[in-house]
């Protein structure tokens, strides 16, 4: 059977007819955080039983570098898995049209706080999204859906469909020339705060240094990945500017990743390329506690924050209230603001030091997938018991818990949410 989709109309009754489910709420093409991890809800929800094995998944976005890589990259696996996968720049707005018109032929595969597709828009305030009227979800709800999305990563971890099934040439000889391609780490650096984005702090440069010392001498070959500039400090050890070097795409970004044996992450979603592939990875410079990572094979080292008024560190619990109580997003029409921003009016970051991204490094190589936590990283797991990490694979550098065990707050304090002013519940 086929179909001649020219309007909304008909995308609708394509998937009628052919029975299927259209992923929806994967509205941020251009971040691999977002399309890596809401392509694997879909997958691991249909691993779980949460969507039908016989029904076909459609899944459409416009004709972008990441979903492009991820389509041809990965065709056996969506092919195995009964996954329509299109990049089609005429066929994504019909998309979304129909996602949000009939929510009860898609999956919500979305973990951001915009939704077109909502079936049951209680919780939710306007939003404008690309032009288009969306939903706003609360802090709360988004809180939720990253927590789900963790619960269900940690029941499926032993399964690894991306490196099972991909159609990635993993020869980098075009990308790394005649450096040794089986002992690669993949380096992501935010070089100023121009770059941090909107849930990472500026990290000293001199703090990488050292661990680029170290990686080194252990024999690694170190590619800048990315798209910020490479520092010039950078050279002396050998690092490859991938990130400048003419090659740079998602598709070359997954290549390297897959056969990378290590990786670290400036507070990115590029994360999820290492953490789905299975690489040992650090995620360092985070600032906002209760949204660290997911998967074994990540170590976190985080930010610290200091308040301004007094210049104290904040606990851990201190530091994890600062983002749960961040204002809703609707409550600033200017379109400027977004709760993921670090709160600079109040308070600054205290710099990562040397000695803690060595250790973290270090640490993180030496742990295997399943490398029991210790007794400070379960500890610190259990203090926020809403947002999941109890239930995460990754874990805070230990280093860092040790050095810092001072400010784990008193026995029997915890982590929770309370709903931010703004939020009376309700449509306006």
Same mark, same amino acid.
């Given at each position: 059977?086929?179909?001649?989709?020219?309007?909304?109309e008909?995308?609708?009754?394509?998937?009628?007819?052919?029975?299927?489910?259209?992923?929806?709420?994967?509205?941020?093409?251009?971040?691999?955080?977002?399309?890596?991890h809401?392509?694997?809800?879909?997958?691991?929800?249909?691993?779980v039983?949460?969507?039908?094995?016989? %029904? =076909?998944?459609?899944?459409?976005?416009?004709?972008?570098?990441?979903? /492009?890589? &991820?389509? #041809?990259?990965?065709?056996? +696996?969506?092919?195995?898995?009964?996954?329509?996968?299109?990049?089609?720049n005429a066929?994504?707005?019909?998309?979304?049209?129909?996602?949000?018109?009939?929510?009860?032929?898609?999956?919500?595969?979305?973990?951001?706080?915009?939704?077109?597709?909502?079936?049951?828009?209680?919780?939710?305030?306007?939003?404008?999204?690309?032009?288009?009227?969306?939903?706003?979800?609360?802090?709360?709800?988004?809180?939720?859906?990253?927590?789900?999305?963790?619960?269900l990563?940690?029941?499926?971890?032993?399964?690894?469909?991306?490196?099972?099934?991909?159609?990635?040439?993993?020869?980098?000889?075009?990308?790394?020339?005649?450096?040794?391609?089986?002992k690669?780490?993949?380096?992501?650096? %935010? =070089?100023?705060?121009?770059?941090?984005?909107n849930?990472?702090?500026? /990290?000293? &440069?001199? #703090?990488?240094?050292?661990? +680029?010392?170290?990686?080194?001498?252990?024999?690694f070959?170190?590619?800048?990945?990315?798209?910020?500039?490479?520092?010039?400090?950078?050279?002396?050890?050998?690092?490859?500017?991938?990130?400048?070097?003419?090659?740079?795409?998602?598709?070359?970004?997954?290549?390297?990743?897959?056969?990378?044996?290590?990786?670290?992450?400036?507070?990115?979603?590029?994360?999820?390329?290492?953490?789905?592939?299975?690489?040992?990875?650090?995620?360092?410079?985070?600032?906002?506690?209760?949204?660290?990572?997911?998967?074994?094979?990540?170590?976190?080292?985080?930010?610290?924050?200091?308040?301004?008024?007094?210049g104290?560190?904040?606990?851990?619990?201190?530091?994890?209230?600062?983002?749960?109580?961040?204002?809703?997003?609707?409550?600033?029409?200017?379109?400027?603001?977004?709760?993921?921003?670090?709160?600079?009016?109040?308070?600054?970051?205290?710099?990562?030091?040397?000695?803690?991204?060595?250790?973290?490094?270090?640490?993180?190589?030496?742990?295997?997938?399943?490398?029991?936590?210790?007794?400070?990283?379960?500890?610190?797991?259990?203090?926020?018991?809403?947002?999941?990490?109890?239930?995460?694979?990754?874990?805070?550098?230990?280093?860092?818990?040790?050095?810092?065990?001072?400010?784990?707050?008193?026995?029997?304090?915890?982590?929770?949410?309370?709903?931010?002013?703004?939020?009376?519940?309700?449509?306006?």
């Amino acid at each position: 059977m086929s179909w001649a989709i020219k309007n909304p109309e008909d995308f609708y009754w394509f998937l009628v007819e052919s029975n299927s489910i259209l992923v929806a709420n994967a509205l941020f093409p251009w971040s691999p955080g977002h399309m890596m991890h809401e392509m694997d809800n879909a997958l691991r929800a249909r691993h779980v039983g949460k969507l039908p094995l016989d %029904r =076909p998944i459609v899944a459409v976005f416009p004709e972008m570098d990441i979903p /492009v890589a &991820l389509r #041809a990259g990965f065709a056996s +696996l969506w092919h195995k898995e009964n996954i329509r996968f299109f990049t089609n720049n005429a066929l994504y707005p019909l998309a979304l049209e129909v996602s949000a018109m009939a929510p009860e032929l898609t999956f919500d595969a979305g973990i951001s706080h915009t939704k077109l597709s909502m079936r049951d828009r209680g919780r939710t305030r306007r939003a404008n999204f690309s032009g288009r009227l969306a939903c706003a979800l609360t802090n709360y709800d988004v809180f939720k859906i990253n927590a789900e999305m963790m619960r269900l990563r940690n029941a499926t971890m032993d399964w690894k469909p991306w490196i099972a099934s991909h159609d990635l040439s993993l020869d980098l000889g075009d990308i790394v020339g005649g450096a040794d391609q089986d002992k690669m780490a993949i380096l992501h650096y %935010r =070089p100023s705060d121009e770059f941090v984005g909107n849930a990472a702090a500026s /990290v000293p &440069l001199d #703090a990488l240094l050292r661990t +680029l010392a170290w990686l080194k001498d252990e024999g690694f070959t170190i590619v800048k990945a990315g798209i910020e500039p490479m520092p010039e400090a950078f050279a002396k050890f050998g690092v490859i500017n991938y990130s400048q070097g003419g090659k740079r795409c998602f598709m070359n970004d997954l290549r390297l990743f897959m056969k990378a044996r290590f990786a670290m992450v400036h507070g990115s979603g590029l994360e999820a390329v290492p953490d789905l592939f299975d690489v040992p990875y650090v995620k360092y410079g985070q600032w906002n506690l209760p949204l660290l990572s997911l998967g074994p094979r990540c170590l976190c080292q985080p930010v610290l924050m200091r308040r301004k008024s007094d210049g104290a560190l904040l606990n851990y619990v201190e530091q994890s209230a600062v983002f749960k109580d961040r204002p809703e997003a609707w409550t600033r029409r200017d379109g400027h603001f977004n709760p993921w921003n670090f709160p600079a009016d109040e308070y600054e970051t205290r710099p990562i030091e040397g000695d803690e991204l060595i250790a973290a490094a270090q640490e993180c190589l030496a742990n295997g997938p399943h490398q029991p936590k210790t007794p400070l990283q379960r500890a610190f797991d259990a203090l926020d018991p809403e947002s999941g990490l109890s239930e995460r694979g990754a874990r805070m550098s230990d280093y860092f818990l040790r050095k810092f065990q001072h400010l784990f707050p008193p026995p029997g304090t915890y982590s929770y949410y309370k709903p931010t002013l703004g939020w009376e519940g309700g449509v306006p």
